[in-house]
């Protein structure tokens, strides 16, 4: 679970020159491996920044300073602001994809943790909206304001993983073999969506054992309905 648990905008932290490419729509692969690191600082500096601030409040010169680049190589990869936030929003859905294809692969490998399965997608939700908080408001701003369809790199990646680790846990789990894995999978989705809009919006008193709680009952509830 690495990818997604890794410290919002640490330098280099994705340099994923060997994988495939996932912001083609937006960018084109850069030619040399030097280049290519160059837009990856690129996209951790804008992180970084929504760390702490609003999208609309970060400009180009900041995120070319934080990346120690030149205004020049930042519009030699990006069209606009814009362009660098949809290649986030795409990274953000690979990396939750892959978090959670991991995970299933871990599940398989050792059944013994399938039940533990519902608290441990919960663990990493919490950890998802609280390390990734900035990128995600500025998505959730920016669908607002867009066509339909124009941010979704989280939306669609999401929901395939969502499906793949429900059908596994309503295939193998004690207790969620009674539900089907489109259940399953749309209980998940609902949690994820309960756990961001408590982190990112409406940010809980209690501490973060009893959110963990509180968000795994209502994962079962959410099944009872």
């Known amino acids: 679970m690495a990818a997604i648990a890794a410290e919002g905008g640490a330098p280099g932290r994705r340099a994923m020159t060997t994988s495939a490419w996932t912001y083609g729509r937006w960018v084109s692969r850069p030619a040399q491996n030097r280049s290519e690191r160059t837009f990856f600082r690129f996209l951790d500096a804008a992180e970084g920044l929504l760390s702490r601030r609003n999208w609309h409040e970060v400009s180009v010169q900041e995120i070319v300073r934080r990346a120690d680049a030149s ?3 930042f519009y030699n990869r ?12 795409s990274r ?24 533990e399965a519902p608290g441990m997608m919960v663990s990493l939700f919490m950890r998802l909206c609280t390390e990734r908080s900035g990128v995600i408001r500025a998505l959730d701003m ?19 993983a969502a499906d793949r ?8 789990h004690t207790v969620l073999k009674a539900h089907s894995g489109a259940d399953v999978a749309q ?18 008193a209690k501490p973060a054992d009893a959110l963990h709680r509180s968000l795994l009952r209502h994962f079962y509830a959410s099944l009872q309905d």
């Not at 953000?92 to 039940?115: H, M």
């Not at 209980?187 to 809980?204: D, G, I, K, V």
Request: glycine share 8%; net charge negative.
């Open 92 to 115: 953000l859905g690979q990396e939750c994809e892959q978090t959670v294809s991991a995970l299933v692969g871990e599940l398989e490998a050792c059944p013994a943790l399938i039940d």
């Open 187 to 204: 209980a998940l989705r609902e949690s994820f969506w309960l756990t961001r809009e408590m982190l990112l919006y409406h940010p809980p």
């Open 142 to 160: 920016a669908q607002k304001m867009s066509e339909p369809g124009d941010f979704s790199g989280l939306g669609p990646s999401f929901d395939a």
């Open 71 to 73: 205004v020049g190589s």
């Open 165 to 172: 680790i429900g059908e596994l846990l309503a295939a193998e």
């Open 78 to 89: 990006f069209v606009d602001k814009t362009a660098l936030l949809r290649c986030l929003d």
